[in-house]
């Protein structure tokens, strides 16, 4: 059975033949070739070659959508001395954001101011939000299935994660965030919803298209998201895209990569397939198999590997071997659940972990847990 046929069959919650390990490098791998410091193994490799030297299965992130912000929003950016500034200009005002670019090694870019600063804001950003389009082009994901073959699966991603998150996390930052959605609920609240019907509008078009696979990029945390509002605003809202994507027959993903130990008890509830990324032990107060048993029979997990343990700050490589050696006792093989990270290997990780991993999968073979 081939790596695409055996990871299908389990995130459809059939049964597959083997335990896939499905590596998430793209950030090392990014930063890495851009400094020339990749192995010299490696050098010359795609990230999806690197996949297949490591044994993994290919987990290839691409998009199926175009958006545009028609013509009532006017949209200026600037850069000077690494400070990113755009501006945002409609009939009912104007926002700016501004990134900066990061002085180390990573180069990464970073939100330094968000667009939402008083409650005028708001309607701004829904005049935005309510002049942005969407339109089906399944060209990139043709792309990248031809890159992948039989060795992995292409997905792609809604254009918002869940809208209370998208709201503290991209549009104002989270204590300020926090704030305006205490002080001016019904305002914020219409905001949510904009964004819940453009969500829906976005999973309309991928139900049709070619990926099976569609993702929510959500960074669930429950410090955020604690449970009181993960029942009012997060279950509704998986509720209703999840019910467009599985009428294309769509396996809903879910990337929660923060503390979700008193959250994943309301998963079944909101018909998600695979929860994506899950934190465990030592970054979170989780362990996988309490993680699938909160979750039930009917989800997918996939991660296990905690970032922190492919750095040296996070133990030795015998205690790495160790680690990944009992949790393959654990978990079971060729359903339910996929080995990936939690959520990235960093930039700086002792990538020869990476290969461990690979190594002690390939070694353990297939027996059924």
Known sequence: MSQRENYTRILKKEKGE?????????????INQTQGTLPEKYQGLSRNDIVRKVQGTIWARTRCLDVEIDSTVEIIRQEKNGTITTDYHTPVGSVQTVHRRATDFTQAVFLKSHWVKTVNDIRVVRWIVEHTHFTLNVQPFLESERAVGDDG???????????????????????HGIYLFTDYRPKVEELLELYTVKVEEAARLLAQGPALVIASGDNMDEWTTPPNIFRQYAIPYYQRIAAILHSGGKVFQVHWCGRTSHLLEFVPECDIDVVE??????????TVPEAMAKVGEKVVIQGGLPSILFCPQGGTREDFRLYVKALLEKVPHGYRFALGMSDNVPPDADFSRVEMVGELVASFGSTEK
């Open 153 to 175: 699966l292409s997905l792609v991603g809604l254009p918002y994660c869940l809208p209370y998150i998208h709201f503290g996390k991209n549009e104002c930052g989270w204590e």
């Open 277 to 286: 990324a899950i934190a465990v032990k030592p970054m979170a107060e989780l």
């Open 18 to 30: 083997f335990l896939p390990f499905v590596p998430n490098f793209d950030h090392w791998y990014n």
